[in-house]
T-cell receptor, first 110, second 113 residues
Framework: SQQGEEDPQALSIQEGENATMNCSYKTSINNLQWYRQNSGRGLVHLILIRSNEREKHSGRLRVTLDTSKKSSSLLITASRAADTASYFC??????????FGAGTTVTVRA | EPEVTQTPSHQVTQMGQEVILRCVPISNHLYFYWYRQILGQKVEFLVS????????KSEIFDDQFSVERPDGSNFTLKIRSTKLEDSAMYFCASNRDGAYEQYFGPGTRLTVT
């Protein structure tokens, strides 16, 4: 499969804690993107990291990319109840098509 | 902020019936997509569309599926003869030329009975 795989499948943390989830992929990437999906809703783009980048920040999000290991991680710092959602990594290709991983469901407890 | 819209939000249909799912992508976007998500599973690519033709389609997108951009704003997905296994959330997405980030609509939940 060319699609990413995330771990863990589910994560439950206390508000204020950090949440880390990982994504692995099997084929070369153009970019690696992360999306969030609230229950029953559409996907929202969070952050994109290019294949020649190693780390990227956006607000409370930090993404790393290790192309030698074909893996990426998403860190959410100081989590809030509103961060409760499913998070998906997606590999894109030159034709823009996205190939999604299975996702990590994050529950932030108040 | 502009957004992708989809109608209807929920469609219930009987097996064998035709359905048309509608999307209005963001107006200055040039690339359009349909994805589906079966309950509890990953989001799967169905088809991409650019310059009034299909750019790529997945194995899922068989002869029962078709897409159309009938005017300057709408982008539709038609399933000719629905099957039980077509029950899923269908998401439309779009992006600008040169930008890889895609903007997704809220989805249409299709239930085939």
């Amino acid at each position: 499969s060319q699609q990413g795989e995330e771990d863990p499948q589910a994560l439950s943390i206390q508000e204020g804690e950090n949440a880390t989830m990982n994504c692995s992929y099997k084929t070369s990437i153009n970019n690696l993107q992360w999306y969030r999906q609230n229950s029953g809703r559409g996907l929202v783009h969070l952050i994109l990291i290019r294949s020649n980048e190693r780390e990227k920040h956006s607000g409370r999000l930090r993404v790393t990319l290790d192309t030698s290991k074909k893996s990426s991680s998403l860190l959410i710092t100081a989590s809030r109840a509103a961060d409760t959602a499913s998070y998906f990594c997606a590999r894109d290709s030159n034709d823009y098509k996205l190939s999604f991983g299975a996702g990590t469901t994050v529950t932030v407890r108040a | 902020e502009p957004e992708v819209t989809q109608t209807p939000s929920h469609q219930v249909t009987q097996m064998g019936q035709e359905v048309i799912l509608r999307c209005v992508p963001i107006s200055n976007h040039l690339y359009f997509y349909w994805y589906r998500q079966i309950l509890g599973q990953k989001v799967e690519f169905l088809v991409s569309f650019y310059n009034n033709e299909i750019s790529e389609k997945s194995e899922i997108f068989d002869d029962q599926f078709s897409v159309e951009r009938p005017d300057g704003s709408n982008f539709t997905l038609k399933i000719r003869s629905t099957k039980l296994e077509d029950s899923a959330m269908y998401f439309c997405a779009s992006n600008r030329d040169g930008a890889y980030e895609q903007y997704f609509g809220p989805g249409t939940r299709l239930t085939v009975t």
